[in-house]
């Protein structure tokens, strides 16, 4: 039979289907504690669906950068000179993690690969209370957290394990999102600057973020808000000056400096052959939640805050500009993180319930694929899940 002729036409399909799964969702956020369990299973979500390649983090090619991490963290005021092409030569001002490992009295490769699986579990539950906050219907936070396991920035493990620390960098980047006192907030932004100079840049979308929050509605959205100095606000600017100010002590007194190559230098040597990859790296970044993005920014045009949808452009370009010009496309491209929470109090001052869940389940849905991984001119990799690991490290 026809579907014309049964009136079941694929929109109506769509529609159901969608409203199924919702409803499941609503049934399970209502149980008890569903959503204090939440991130607990976006855990197990995401290292199974792509599991790190831990056999790999100590063998020879992984050494250099290990190596480094694990003398940084017997001191971190010790500047050591490194080969310029690798990427312990990155490190003299990410002492973030080792800083906090060394006073944890963490100083092995194992010790510190557990130090990055617990601060997974602390991003996914940061990731979760924030969507909570922002939100008033925990059925979008709860698709959206689920679909946090399903990008790279839930799966940065897979990268994590090569001597990166992006996982701390995400993870206090949302705590100075989610953080009560500006005091907090500070603090939490001036560590993630220390864990990678990527958080820095990223840091522009979290002073939008908090600009975004500030009124009530979106028509109550003036440019001058974006001088309304409030704590939070205040506390973002504080931070880039106290970075620059101790970078800068760092630098004299004692020597530190950043001797890896440099934007410019790695364009010259890719000849920016790296651009043709450069599309799919930008997607890889945020992957479904693009569609929050996308639709903000088509919310924020509609309501005619021009000058607000350029900033939040801006924002965003300059850390995929930055993306570009580096090897690490994709764990670059993730630090446009702050652009989903911002999108999200956008859409929450301006969209029903039923339409945000409607936009929150497309997300999850898009983010269902495999993660892929870009870099360099021509390297995609995707992350493997936990059995076919597992059974690669048996053979």
């Known amino acids: 039979m026809e579907l014309n002729r049964t009136g079941m036409h694929l929109g ?47 063998k020879p090619e992984m050494a250099h950068s290990w190596d480094a991490v694990l003398l940084q963290s017997h001191n971190v005021l010790n500047a050591v000179e490194y080969d310029p092409a690798s990427h312990a030569a990155n490190i003299a001002f990410r002492f973030t993690p080792t800083l ?55 799966n940065v493990l897979c990268s994590d394990y090569r001597g990166f620390f992006d996982v701390f960098a995400f993870l206090f980047l949302v705590a100075g999102m989610l953080a009560g006192p500006s005091i907090l907030t500070f603090l939490f932004l001036l560590l993630a600057y220390f864990t990678d100079e990527r958080a820095l840049i990223a840091s522009s979308l979290v002073y939008l973020f908090f600009v975004f929050a500030n009124p009530r509605d979106l028509t109550d959205l003036k440019f001058k808000h974006l001088f309304f100095l409030n ?6 600017l504080v931070s880039w000056v106290v970075y620059f100010g101790i970078r800068s002590y760092l630098s004299h007194v004692f020597g530190f400096r950043t001797n890896a190559t440099g934007l410019t230098d790695y364009l010259a040597l890719t000849q920016g052959r790296q651009i043709n990859l450069a599309p799919f790296a930008v997607w890889t970044g945020l992957e479904g939640f693009w569609i929050l993005v996308i639709v903000a920014l088509f919310v924020l045009a509609y309501a005619r805050k021009y000058s ?88």
Not at 365 to 387: E, H, N, Q, R, W
């Open 12 to 58: 109506h399909i769509l529609v159901r289907g969608a409203d199924g799964i919702i409803g499941a969702t609503v049934a399970l956020v209502e149980k008890r504690y569903a959503m204090v369990v939440m991130p607990f299973l976006a855990v197990i979500l995401s290292l199974f669906f792509a599991f790190p390649s831990y056999d790999v983090a100590n």
């Open 308 to 395: 607000f949808a350029f900033l939040f452009i801006l924002g965003m370009g300059v850390i995929i500009f930055v993306a570009v010009c580096v090897f690490d496309m994709t764990r670059s491209m993730a630090y446009l993180l702050p652009a989903i929470f911002a999108s999200l109090v956008v859409l929450q001052k301006t969209q029903t319930e039923r339409t945000l869940r409607y936009i929150a389940l497309g997300v999850l849905l898009v983010c269902l694929y495999p993660t892929y991984y870009a870099g360099g001119t021509s390297d995609i990799s995707v992350f493997y899940p936990m059995p076919m690991q597992v059974f690669r490290m048996m053979r």
């Open 231 to 236: 704590k939070r606000l205040v506390a973002v």
């Open 100 to 154: 906090l490992g060394g006073l944890s009295g963490i100083h092995t490769l194992t010790g510190f690969l557990v130090f990055q699986g617990v601060a997974l579990i602390v991003l996914f539950v940061l990731v979760g209370r924030l969507f909570q906050r922002l939100v008033t219907d925990n059925v979008v936070a709860c698709l959206l957290t689920l679909a946090t396991a399903f990008v790279f920035i839930g």
